[in-house]
């Protein structure tokens, strides 16, 4: 099974798949420069995934999450305004000018009640953790900052125009701060938007290999995919429908959005499961989120350098939508839930509790 990311700017790759316009190739050179970005904060992107894994935090209430990723962006040269949208803890990392094209990468944070797993293929849930990162949010937001910051380095040595953002977005799992900040008109000057969620794996050593063959006992199912789909590079799709559950929808309607996919889980987990949570907490979630953040930051590269390909993907963008589409938020005109989590987290009680 495979966890998901995004990115401002892969979009354009997905709206283009039926476009004549194809975007050139980076050279060998910079593609060198990108992924030797990535690999030299690979380490650091390990420690801050691990670290948000064990201090999981639930929907508007990632304070220490958010934290983390805007002090990373802000060391690395980013401006960061925090508590967009009515939102504390959402927020938008920017670098660069916009004499370019605007390129978006979207980090999500949340984790879910229930779910709390140690980083064992067996269930061992933590004693005094309530919650778990059983939809990979902690590979999600620190793979995006890793692309980030990799591209941002990549800017400024090539002197490449344009300008690079990281949406900080708050309670994908049901509370939809990804819609609030489109009513907020956030997005409206973004060119495209980037998701990473799943691309191919990398290598497994033989200890992480034994952990998926023990997880992949617990798993339900007659038909489970074998272990080698974890390394195949699926086919991307256009335009294609998926029924699942994600605020990222709402930026689809607004800006080209692409989503990346890397098997950051054991092939036949489900979302939302403590096996989610379990991988992401070791070496094989950490390792996919590392290809990841490679190849966000290599796509958004190759988008800077394509105005075509770009223009492309609005056109498609464009006819997809309709020439008399608008925008309408299922949330209506309600402000962001930001105590929905409050209960599950234990913070309501405790408030209610005599002093």
Request: positive net charge; aromatic residues 6%.
């Amino acid at each position: 099974m495979t966890r998901q990311f995004f990115l401002a700017g892969v979009a354009c790759l997905a709206l283009v798949g039926s476009s004549p316009a194809l975007p050139a190739e980076l050279s060998a050179a910079n593609q060198a420069k990108v992924l030797a970005n990535v690999q030299a904060y690979a380490p650091r992107m390990s420690e801050v995934a691990l670290k948000i894994w064990e201090m999981p935090e639930l929907g508007y209430l990632e304070t220490k999450t958010t934290a983390l990723l805007q002090s990373e962006l802000k060391k690395a040269g980013f401006t960061i305004e925090a508590g967009v949208a009515g939102m504390p803890t959402s927020f938008i990392a920017r670098r660069g000018s916009k004499d370019g094209p605007v390129i978006a990468i979207l980090a999500e944070m949340d984790s879910l009640p229930g779910l709390s797993q140690a980083a064992t293929p067996e269930r061992k849930p933590i004693p005094g953790v309530i919650s778990g990162h059983a939809c990979g949010h902690n590979l999600f937001g620190s793979g995006s900052v890793a692309a980030a910051i990799a591209v941002k380095k990549w800017l400024e040595e090539t002197g490449t125009k344009g300008q690079l953002r990281v949406y900080g977005t708050p309670a994908e799992e049901g509370g939809g701060g990804k819609d609030y900040m489109v009513q907020a008109g956030l997005f409206k000057d973004v060119d495209v938007d980037a998701n990473l969620r799943r691309v191919r794996a990398p290598v497994w050593t033989a200890e992480e290999t034994a952990f998926d063959e023990k997880l992949r006992t617990t798993l339900v199912g007659d038909n489970l995919p074998p272990i080698s789909s974890a390394h195949e590079i699926q086919k991307y799709r256009v335009n294609g429908q998926k029924y699942s559950s994600t605020d990222s929808g709402d930026v689809s309607w607004v800006t080209p959005l692409a989503t990346l996919n890397t098997a950051t889980w054991v092939p036949g987990t489900a979302a939302h499961s403590w096996q989610a949570t379990a991988t992401g907490g070791m070496g094989i979630g950490i390792k996919a989120a590392v290809v990841a953040a490679k190849t966000l930051a290599l796509t958004a590269a190759q988008l800077y350098q394509s105005s075509e390909t770009i223009a492309a993907a609005k056109a498609e963008f464009e006819k997809s939508r309709g020439p008399n589409f608008v925008y309408k938020s299922l949330a209506g005109s309600r402000k962001p839930p930001l105590d929905y989590r409050k209960t599950s987290s234990g913070v309501a009680a405790a408030d209610a509790a005599p002093g």
